[in-house]
């Protein structure tokens, strides 16, 4: 053996090109397959309340992509440049606003209320605190062109109904107001307002009082408001609001009954004051999450699409709910040795089996079977456990 | 299945301040939390669904971000330096005062116009309520992090500014410092994870309106 020559450039240790940028991730399996299981799971949950799959591109061009409601998006979106037709584009960091901008153009002549699901990959240039991933898998619906209760309703209990169909455990939803506050700051400049509704979102008491002035009753009302529906909402009645608050807590109100009669046994609860990731939401609003969950399963509400239409709905993040459920078990695995009969895979995959074709003769066909993870071989013509 | 909660409390000045709150709202650790040569990090209490345990103040309000402590107790300085959105403060528990303030060496004070400045160097373990103070008016603050000691840097020649929690301000005296500015009024707050206050929010909610009447 000879050193190589010092001229020659050094190999660089391969296992640094492996590095992934921050918040991107490979999914392995038997991961991968269960969220893609769990996607399909949800999807069939959604079409069986009626939902439609729509497919938006990953791309668009960035005046269509950030318009509307997609506006707040703006600064979570990666841009990059259309070499054919010179404009900038951005890649969907939500999709959201994409189903709005489908429903309002392409499907505008379709009868409303107008029913919409759709799953697929976001990207977002950074990271949150808690949530450090910039790819996530987003799976939701959108209902087009209905106001009122009864859709608010519709939009908060089917994603409870799929989340528990899915095997999430102890599922509680918190339900939202976030444009209350700003209805009864409506009167301060705007700093003192994002001040006070930082505050509140933080449920600092210290500080609302400090600074609320004449609003401190309310927003101290509003604070001492959050918390089990049924001692939330009869606080929340009794506080005194500006007209379009009433409106406000008038359909919240009429929501929670909805809700409450449909799911007796959900863990509910109301928060008036929460703001956080509602940018584009105009009304109620509501927050999935999970006991002993960290974050959240998702989040939904009330918002105005491209064409002025009243819509609402909600999206689940996969990686929340990948943390959450157990991966099921590697489904039973046969290992069909090579030279078997051509027609017994065949015959095993019609039965529900798994087979793993032997591609080469080898002296242990159980041994072969162990080290290609399957739980059993194929002996004597039929599947026998490999261990036992 | 019963729930057990877990409540984080920060070493040191405060955990002093804190117990007779805990003891008026019916909290009782066990014999073994006084004893500060005790190298147990969770002690029960006599509560069976609360558990408590002792970390650095810093820490009380990441175990609380992630859920792994459901409540705690941490100063307005610790949470306005992470700004987590996982974090509620219900309640001020009244303990704990004190300010955050930047000081600077006296005979540097008596000289210093401060509306000139464009570019500071600032010794502290806030960098980033300290960056975002002195970026409100214009003044870009380049941190240089210490975990403690901050009252050296100036003498020492490390920097000449320095960020810190002054409570007496004797040990600023002591090292020649003076008060130039408050950033904030500090005290202890009751925190809460956000999850967990939702999830279980009679109970949480319960504990946290305990710790309310206690403090009030």
């Given amino acids: 053996m000879t050193s190589a020559p010092s001229s020659k450039v050094a190999t660089p240790p391969v296992a640094e090109n492996f590095l992934l940028p921050a918040g991107l991730a490979d999914g392995l399996p038997p991961e991968a397959g269960f969220e893609a299981a769990m996607v399909e799971r949800l999807m069939a949950s959604f079409a069986r309340w009626g939902y439609e799959r729509v497919k938006p591109p990953l791309l668009e061009f960035e005046d269509s992509l950030l318009a509307g409601p997609g506006e707040a998006m703006a600064a979570h979106t990666f841009r990059l440049m259309d070499p054919v037709s010179q404009r900038m584009m951005g890649l969907r960091a939500d999709m959201t606003p994409q189903v709005g901008r489908i429903a309002a153009s392409r499907l505008r002549k379709m009868p409303r209320p107008l029913r919409l699901s759709y799953a697929g990959q976001v990207l977002r240039v950074k990271g949150e605190q808690m949530r450090l991933q910039r790819q996530l898998g987003q799976v939701g619906v959108e209902l087009i062109g209905a106001e009122g209760a009864a859709a608010d309703a519709e939009v908060l209990l089917l994603p409870v109904e799929a989340l528990r169909e899915l095997g999430a455990p102890d599922v509680a939803v918190d339900i939202n107001v976030p444009r209350l506050a700003p209805i009864i700051l409506a009167d301060l400049p705007p700093e003192a307002r994002m001040e006070l509704i930082a505050a509140l979102d933080r449920k600092d008491t210290a500080r609302v009082s400090e600074r609320a002035g004449r609003h401190k009753e309310t927003l101290l009302g509003l604070l001492r408001s959050v918390g089990p529906v049924e001692t939330a909402l009869p606080a929340l009645l009794a506080l005194k609001l500006p007209a379009a608050g009433e409106i406000e807590r008038a359909n919240l109100a009429e929501t929670v009954a909805l809700v409450r009669k449909a799911a007796p046994d959900l863990t509910l609860t109301i928060d008036a004051t929460d703001q956080r990731g509602f940018e584009y939401h105009s009304g109620l609003a509501f927050t999935l999450l999970g006991r002993g969950v960290r974050g959240e399963f998702g989040r939904g509400g009330r918002y105005v699409n491209h064409a002025g239409e009243a819509a609402t709905g909600f999206s689940l993040y996969l990686d929340t709910l990948l943390a959450t459920l157990p991966v099921p078990a590697r489904p039973k695995r046969v290992f069909v040795p090579f030279g078997a009969a051509a027609d017994i895979g065949m015959t095993l995959r019609r039965e529900g089996w798994v087979t793993v074709q032997g591609l080469s003769a080898v002296a242990d066909a159980r041994l072969e079977a162990k080290r290609l993870l399957c739980s059993h071989v194929l002996e004597g013509g039929r599947p026998v456990a490999v261990d036992g | ?216």
Avoid at chain 2, 39 to 58: G, Q, Y
Avoid at chain 2, 113 to 122: A, E, G, K, M
Avoid at chain 2, 167 to 196: C, D, P, Q, Y
């Fill in chain 2, 1 to 216: 299945m019963p729930e057990v909660f877990v409540l984080a409390l920060p070493k040191g000045r405060i955990l002093k301040e804190v117990l007779p709150v805990l003891r008026k709202a019916g909290i009782e650790p066990e014999a073994e939390f006084a004893d500060e040569n005790s190298r147990a990090l969770r002690f029960r209490t006599n509560r069976p669904d609360l558990e408590i345990i002792r970390v650095r103040s810093f820490d009380v309000a990441t175990f609380v971000a992630f859920g792994a402590a459901q409540l705690g107790v941490a100063g307005n300085d610790v949470l306005l330096e992470f700004d987590y959105p996982e974090i509620y403060a219900p309640v001020d528990l009244n303990i704990g005062h004190c300010r955050l303030s930047v000081a600077e060496p006296a005979e540097l004070s008596a000289s210093d116009d401060p509306s000139r400045w464009s570019h500071i160097r600032v010794a502290t373990k806030y960098p980033n309520v300290t960056r975002a103070h002195f970026a409100a008016r214009g003044v870009q603050a380049e941190c240089i992090k210490l975990s403690g000691a901050m009252e050296l840097a100036p003498t020492l020649g490390l920097c000449r500014r320095i960020v810190d929690l002054v409570s007496s301000g004797a040990t600023l005296r002591a090292n020649n410092l003076v008060e130039i500015e408050k950033i904030a009024e500090v005290t202890s707050r009751l925190i809460v994870n956000r999850t967990a206050m939702k999830t279980f929010p009679r109970e949480i909610g319960g504990l946290v309106e305990d710790l309310r009447r206690a403090a009030a």
